[in-house]
């Protein structure tokens, strides 16, 4: 904290609240943050004139545009998301189901790209959610491929909460399944994040042969019976492994 610069670290600390808050007042936000309402005034003053917040009709305040702005760049910017997307289109077409693409992010997996299905019933996931990296599949293949030190450690100081019925929360099964998952060269989660709901997964590498991602063919489980999962792992893996190569992967 020492090299950081406070004003800014507290700057940061106010627009985090925006990340599960749609919109705020100066008191909620001294409420929430726990910094001075003094301190809180003059940073919302700053933030507001540089277009990070704006006050709405009910006079609290929102992200600004400017947020959008640099969303779309870093979107547009991420190689992944553009060599991934006509694969992930072509995939969902085929097999219609929902397609996600997820990155490691923080310890968490973020999801970067979504291809709804045409189905009435569908699930609930958007460009910008974050899980855990050991619940869902298109989470959990990325922590099935970390290097072993970094994936023990993550394990260790790691809680494993329950989201929903099929969680994995012992620590010991979810090595067993992450190793699994490494030799099979793809994952299945059913009822892990939400009730009801399957995915399969697979991962996504560089050119340097890191796994940098994972893209994942979701939907409730009634659309994912034994007699379906043969198709959709096979298409599932070859699209990844589409995508790797694009990236400038060679697999040995």
């Given at each position: 904290?020492?090299?950081?610069?406070?004003?800014?670290?507290?700057?940061?600390?106010?627009?985090?609240?925006?990340?599960?808050?749609?919109?705020?007042?100066?008191?909620?936000?001294?409420?929430?943050?726990?910094?001075?309402?003094?301190?809180?005034?003059?940073?919302?003053?700053?933030?507001?004139?540089?277009?990070?917040?704006?006050?709405?009709?009910?006079?609290?305040?929102?992200?600004?545009?400017?947020?959008?702005?640099?969303?779309?760049?870093?979107?547009?910017?991420?190689?992944?998301?553009?060599?991934?997307?006509?694969?992930?289109?072509?995939?969902?077409?085929?097999?219609?189901?929902?397609?996600?693409?997820?990155?490691?992010?923080?310890?968490?997996?973020?999801?970067?790209?979504?291809?709804?299905?045409?189905?009435?019933?569908?699930?609930?996931?958007?460009?910008?959610?974050?899980?855990?990296?050991?619940?869902?599949?298109?989470?959990?293949?990325?922590?099935?491929?970390?290097?072993?030190?970094?994936?023990?450690?993550?394990?260790?100081v790691t809680e494993l909460k329950q989201y929903g019925k099929g969680t994995i929360t012992d620590k010991d099964e979810l090595r067993t399944i992450l190793q699994k998952s490494r030799t099979n060269g793809y994952t299945i989660s059913?009822?892990?994040?939400?009730?009801?709901?399957?995915?399969?997964?697979?991962?996504?590498?560089?050119?340097?042969?890191?796994?940098?991602?994972?893209?994942?063919?979701?939907?409730?489980?009634?659309?994912?019976?034994?007699?379906?999962?043969?198709?959709?792992?096979?298409?599932?893996?070859?699209?990844?492994?589409?995508?790797?190569?694009?990236?400038?992967?060679?697999?040995?």
């Amino acid at each position: 904290m020492q090299n950081k610069n406070k004003t800014v670290v507290k700057s940061m600390k106010l627009l985090d609240l925006f990340r599960t808050n749609e919109k705020l007042s100066l008191n909620d936000m001294v409420q929430l943050s726990g910094i001075p309402k003094t301190s809180v005034h003059r940073m919302i003053g700053s933030l507001e004139d540089m277009g990070f917040l704006t006050k709405n009709e009910d006079g609290k305040y929102i992200l600004g545009m400017l947020f959008l702005e640099f969303g779309q760049l870093v979107a547009d910017r991420l190689d992944i998301r553009q060599v991934a997307y006509p694969i992930m289109k072509e995939l969902r077409d085929e097999i219609g189901e929902a397609v996600n693409l997820t990155m490691i992010d923080n310890q968490e997996a973020i999801y970067i790209e979504k291809l709804d299905t045409n189905h009435p019933v569908r699930l609930f996931t958007k460009v910008g959610r974050r899980s855990p990296l050991y619940a869902g599949a298109c989470s959990r293949i990325i922590l099935a491929y970390l290097p072993e030190p970094e994936q023990e450690e993550y394990i260790n100081v790691t809680e494993l909460k329950q989201y929903g019925k099929g969680t994995i929360t012992d620590k010991d099964e979810l090595r067993t399944i992450l190793q699994k998952s490494r030799t099979n060269g793809y994952t299945i989660s059913h009822s892990e994040l939400e009730n009801d709901t399957s995915s399969v997964a697979a991962p996504i590498f560089n050119y340097t042969g890191q796994a940098v991602g994972g893209i994942s063919i979701a939907g409730p489980d009634v659309r994912f019976q034994k007699e379906h999962l043969p198709d959709i792992i096979e298409k599932v893996t070859a699209a990844a492994a589409e995508i790797s190569k694009k990236l400038g992967y060679q697999s040995v």
